[in-house]
């Protein structure tokens, strides 16, 4: 196709949709395709970039990106016979890179750095390794209860006001990852300003690299970040044998672009607005995440915020069919009981300690316990003696455990556990296979179980 053919065409403007009637471009021998890059020219300048967001028999429809606000009718149409491509080379690490793939950061012009597809295929099933790796975070009620594994896909669900992007910050800068790559979606201007900080304090900026679309930025954007980041994800895990950690904040704001576009195209909405076709949205770049055979992996973690507090919406429903369970975000903890990593099974008491599986579920079912004690507690019943001891439990798991501000290796965090159950219940209390008992019970009380001996 020849990028050098402009012609006029608009037939109508809506939003930030523009239908090109393309009849006269078709007898000039230009055959528009899905999702190729189109200028649109006004006055002899470049108006803006736009994308082909629907194709039918006589006409276009392109999503404009700078939106069309000032755009006349007479404006003409240009093909690039080009497709969005992501920037890829060595120096791309520490940059940080709008939705349309364009270097925002003051640094070096890349003009000549070579650039890749995005949006393409995932992976035959064929080619990949089962999830058998874990990347360590540092972060107790991740490592200990649900482990996050290589080649991973989950979310974090959360709702509006919850810390989830200092969280997510937290993982990118602790996670045992060779590559962070991050994608931002309409987030604020103080939101993308601190990752960027956090990165750089923690001095892990030369590890990752940063594509942020801000909520002031065009919507058809926030619909290519993911495919961008994914499209640099995979070329450094597949030609450089990279672990990568995609991290992406917030498919929410993502799949309400899609409704967005969806709507100014006039489509027909399913449930709540959204188009028929989310799941699809979605699977598409969460599938991106795989182990590759002889090569590096992909793990992808996002945000998810939940209108409402409803896991029912139609954005945290469908990711709950596509992901490998959720870290659900509740009241500034990780809550372990809404929490699921359904690929722990394949590294836990493998890759990490024999006690691994049995404290891990020993301490959820005695606060389980302990949160059943505090009801009973705040309906007044009469609380026995264990029911004490289960009461302190639950305050110090909290305290020790929850809280995001927690860092702790995983080994220490297990011996950890095992000090907590011998300050709060005797050795013979704790229903746990002996020979573990026998090999991680602390030997010596400490200055709380006499206490807590002597207070019984």
Known sequence: ????ISFRGIISIIGDIV???????????????NRELALLEQEGQVFSLAQVVRLSRDSVSLQVFAGTKGLSSRASVRFTGEMMR?????NIYGRVFSGAGVPIDAGPKLDNDPRIPIAGPTVNPMARVLASKMIRTDIPMIDVFNCLVESQKIPIFSVAGEPYNALLARIGIQADADVVVFAGLGLIHDDFHTFRQAFEDAGVLSRTVMFANLASDPVVERTLVPDLALAVAERLAVEEGKRVLVLMSDMTAFADALKEIGISMEHIPSNRGYMGDLYSQLARRYEKACDYRGAGSVTILTVTTMPGNDVTHPVPDNTGYITEGQFYLHDGMLDPFGSLSRLKQHVIGKETREDHSQIMNTMIRYYAQGVEAEQKQAMAFELSAFDHRLLRFATAFRERFMHLDVRQPLEEALDACWALLAECFERDEVVIKQSLKDTWWPHAETGAQQKLAQSS
Do not use: K, N, Q, T
């Open 19 to 33: 239908e090109i009637d393309v009849r006269a471009a078709r007898r000039m021998g230009l055959v528009p395709r």
């Open 1 to 4: 196709m020849s990028a050098a």
């Open 86 to 90: 992501a920037i890829h080379s060595d």
